[in-house]
């Protein structure tokens, strides 16, 4: 598949892997909303066979993804969580897994009440602390699976750093880059192995479609993932392929308003005297703020803030709110709300979201691309509510 050619982030989304329909000229892909392709004689086709093994609205896609994370092979599914099951299912009975302990709730539900019963094993490790890695590390240790921005606490990792180390021992491994984006990080260039993304957030960017992609240099997971994807078919629609080719197209702008947006409502947050903490890369107390200075080119839209008052005053600002939605997911043009011990990390047990740091009082929001005024003011308004 086709890698960066040259042109800056900008111009790679709008026009990276896409060309004008050759048969009518049309400047948007068209949507091949069909299951199967006329073959000229048995096992002689066009490039396309059947939807499942590959359709030509998704072989678009997945050349853009693929140009953006400066990647050879790009690979589009369903949802990020199909994303994450294929490269678990390339896994075997006895295999080991080192996971950053701060992940998605269904990342780590994923882990531990599915995959766990098919023999493989996970360790919950801070991999904000090197020195973990290391005494995490056993013979059966196979993947390293981190987030950085993590979720939701926004805990930042040296990619470069576990990279080397995980090279060193042979290791492979796959960063989670959904909420910084390829226009902000590129783990690959940082020498991660696999890099896999939730498409349903920044990259689709409406909230209107779900998906994930897959996306790597390397041949021999190239091969596995085109196999494993034909075999399981955790694959997008052509409708849904064409709601994130749409959403990629202004991915750079929608970016940049995002984290200026994010900067100025932390901000504000870290002013008030109802918030006891306030978490974003991009504040100068964040406790790897020079990682993220070198390692990103800015620090994303999510902010995750703790409000005095505790579990019940957390869940009346998320209710409080008229602009933030009261929503899980994030990345939308819309800004959201969550309240994350209460809904997208429910499914962790209480003892280990505290041993996290996932305080009950904590408040996860996804900053929209609304005026900035606006959405402080409405935020203003829900933490000062009775």
């Known amino acids: 598949m086709k890698t960066a050619d040259g042109h800056e ?13 050759p048969v009518t000229g049309a400047i948007m ?23 499942r093994t590959g359709n030509p609205t998704r072989k678009v896609l997945e050349e853009s993804l693929a140009s953006l994370e400066h990647a050879q092979f790009g690979y589009a599914f369903s ?53 973990q890695l290391s005494r995490a590390l056993t013979k059966s240790t196979k ?3 981190l987030e950085s921005p993590s979720n939701p606490l926004l805990k930042l990792v040296d990619i470069e750093a576990i990279a080397k180390a995980a090279s060193a021992f042979n290791i492979q ?28 957030k920044y990259i689709g960017g409406h909230s209107d479609v779900v998906g994930g992609a897959v996306l790597t240099n390397d041949t021999d997971w190239a091969e596995k993932i085109a196999y494993l994807s034909n075999a399981i078919g955790g694959v997008p629609s052509p409708m849904d392929c064409f709601l994130v080719l749409r ?22 947050l870290s002013d008030h005297k109802a918030i006891s903490r306030v978490i974003y890369p991009g504040l100068t107390n964040h406790p790897q703020f020079d990682l993220g200075q070198r390692q ?6 999510i902010v995750s803030f703790v409000v005095t008052g505790g579990l019940e005053k957390a869940k009346r600002v998320c209710a409080k709110t008229k602009l933030f939605a009261c929503a899980e997911s994030l990345g ?26 996932i305080d009950d009082a904590l408040i996860r929001i996804s900053v929209g691309i609304e005026d900035g005024g606006d959405l402080w003011r409405d935020l203003e308004q829900a933490i000062e509510s009775p």
Request: proline share 5%.
């Open 173 to 200: 491994l796959v960063v989670d880059n959904t909420f910084a984006t390829p226009a902000l990080q590129n783990p690959l260039l940082l020498g991660a192995h696999l890099v896999v993304h939730s498409t349903t």
């Open 9 to 21: 982030f900008a111009t790679r989304c709008i026009h990276a892997g896409i060309a004008p329909d």
């Open 79 to 131: 949802s990020g969580c199909a994303a994450t099951t294929l490269i678990m299912l390339s896994l075997n009975p006895g295999d080991h897994v080192i996971a950053f302990n701060d992940l998605y709730g269904g990342t780590r539900r994923l882990f531990e009440k599915v995959f766990h019963k098919f023999g493989i094993t996970f360790s919950f490790v801070d991999l904000t602390d090197s020195s």
């Open 296 to 301: 990103m080119k800015a620090s994303s839209g």
């Open 143 to 145: 993947m390293i699976w």
């Open 247 to 268: 959403g990629i197209k202004t991915l750079h702008l929608r970016m940049e308003k995002h984290c200026e947006n994010a900067l100025f409502i932390a901000k504000r």
């Open 332 to 357: 939308g043009v819309e800004s959201l709300i969550e309240h994350p011990a209460s809904m997208t990390h429910a499914s962790i047990r209480p003892e280990d979201r505290l041993k996290i740091g």
């Open 29 to 51: 892909t068209p949507i091949f909303q069909t299951s199967t392709f006329a073959q000229e004689s048995p096992a002689q086709h066009k490039g396309f066979e059947y939807s």
